[in-house]
């Protein structure tokens, strides 16, 4: 990055590394996203306004959140949940979070199979029901209906477990 804009956008590489460190399983990961927050930015730099220097932040931090939820997106397409065993992770900071993880994993296991198959597809692949539907061999309307079915069991299930969705 040449130019004064990217000079002052330099100046927040520590910061942004950090923010992107907090929101990642490891150094080089963290490295690799802060990267490319700063690629990104780079090549949006032409099309963007002169920016203060909190506006410049501001915007940085905006590129490395929209970096990372896109970096979750691939995490989570790379698994074939349907396949994929059902621990769920990362493993979650808080008590209160393990539980709630733990709880979803036995709800998840408690459901009939077509229902998993569906909920998993819906949640982790981000599929839409006539893909499911399509996958798994149903139609549509009942692709539907089982995610409905199995989220409302679901949420049974974690009420039974003390949880409250």
Same mark, same amino acid.
């Given at each position: 990055?040449?130019?004064?804009a $990217?000079?002052g956008? !330099?100046?927040h590489?520590?910061?942004? &590394?950090?923010?992107? /460190? /907090?929101r @990642?399983r490891?150094?080089?990961?963290a490295?690799?996203v %802060?990267?490319?927050? &700063?690629?990104d $930015?780079? $090549?949006?730099?032409? /099309? /963007? $306004?002169?920016?203060t220097?909190e506006?410049?932040?501001a915007?940085?931090?905006t590129?490395?959140?929209?970096r990372?939820?896109?970096?979750?997106? !691939?995490? %989570?397409?790379?698994?074939n949940?349907?396949?994929?065993?059902?621990e769920?992770?990362? @493993?979650?900071?808080s008590?209160y979070? !393990? +539980?709630? +993880?733990?709880?979803? %994993?036995? +709800?998840?296991?408690?459901?009939?199979e077509?229902? !998993?198959?569906v909920v998993?597809?819906?949640?982790f692949?981000?599929l839409?029901?006539?893909?499911?539907?399509h996958?798994?061999?149903i %139609?549509e +309307?009942?692709?539907?209906?089982?995610?409905v079915?199995?989220?409302?069991q679901?949420?049974?299930?974690?009420?039974?477990?003390?949880?409250?969705?």
């Amino acid at each position: 990055m040449g130019g004064p804009a $990217a000079q002052g956008l !330099r100046r927040h590489y520590d910061l942004v &590394f950090r923010y992107v /460190r /907090r929101r @990642t399983r490891s150094y080089a990961e963290a490295e690799d996203v %802060t990267q490319e927050v &700063f690629a990104d $930015a780079a $090549a949006a730099l032409s /099309r /963007r $306004a002169l920016l203060t220097e909190e506006q410049s932040l501001a915007w940085l931090y905006t590129v490395a959140r929209r970096r990372l939820a896109d970096e979750a997106r !691939r995490a %989570t397409r790379r698994l074939n949940p349907v396949d994929a065993p059902l621990e769920l992770a990362p @493993t979650p900071e808080s008590e209160y979070g !393990r +539980a709630v +993880a733990q709880g979803i %994993t036995r +709800a998840l296991r408690e459901l009939p199979e077509g229902q !998993r198959k569906v909920v998993l597809l819906k949640l982790f692949d981000g599929l839409s029901f006539a893909e499911i539907g399509h996958r798994v061999g149903i %139609t549509e +309307a009942a692709a539907k209906m089982r995610c409905v079915r199995g989220l409302e069991q679901m949420q049974l299930l974690l009420r039974g477990q003390g949880i409250e969705p």
